[in-house]
C-alpha cells in the first residue's frame, strides 16, 4: 500500500494562504485518483479537492475559487492551495490516494469520491485559521 504524509500545515491569519503537500512512497503515475480531505463536522472526512490522472480537477463549492489541487511531478507530490482561508477551516487535512481514476470510484459525496473510496490515507496535518 502507498504511503503517505502530508506537510505544510500551520497557523494563518484569516484571509491567508496555506499550501499542502503529500509525499508519497512510490510513483504519482502509479496512483490515478487523489484527494484532499478534512476533518469536518459530521460523521464523515469532507472531501476538498479531488484530481483524477488526466488532470481533472473537482473541488466542492464550498471550496471553489479559493481550494485548487495540483500535481508537482517533478516532487511527485499532490499539493492542496489554499486561499482566503476562514476560522471554520481550521481542522485537520488529510491526503487519500487510490489506484483507480476518480471517475471509476462511487459514490461520489458533494461532488467528489467520497471516504470510502479511498484506500490510502496520509496521518493528517493541522491547519488553523484565527480570526
Known amino acids: 500500500q502507498v504511503q503517505l504524509v502530508e506537510s505544510g500545515g500551520a497557523s494563518v491569519q484569516a484571509g491567508g494562504s496555506l499550501r499542502l503537500s503529500c509525499s508519497l512512497s512510490?510513483?504519482?503515475?502509479?496512483?490515478?485518483?487523489m484527494a484532499w480531505f478534512r476533518r469536518g463536522r459530521g460523521k464523515e472526512r469532507e472531501g476538498v479537492a479531488g484530481i483524477d490522472s488526466d488532470g481533472v480537477t473537482w473541488t466542492p463549492s464550498s471550496v471553489r475559487g479559493r481550494f485548487t489541487i495540483r500535481v508537482d511531478n517533478a516532487r511527485n507530490t499532490p499539493n492542496l492551495q489554499m486561499n482566503d482561508l476562514k476560522p471554520e477551516e481550521s481542522d485537520m487535512y488529510y491526503c487519500?490516494?487510490?489506484?483507480?481514476?476518480?471517475?471509476?470510484?462511487?459514490?461520489?459525496?458533494?461532488?467528489?469520491?467520497?471516504?470510502?473510496?479511498?484506500?490510502?490515507w496520509g496521518q493528517g496535518n493541522s491547519v488553523t485559521v484565527s480570526s
Open positions: 512510490e510513483d504519482i503515475g502509479n496512483i490515478y485518483c
Open positions: 487519500a490516494a487510490e489506484r483507480r481514476g476518480c471517475r471509476s470510484l462511487s459514490p461520489w459525496v458533494l461532488g467528489i469520491p467520497g471516504r470510502r473510496t479511498f484506500g490510502a
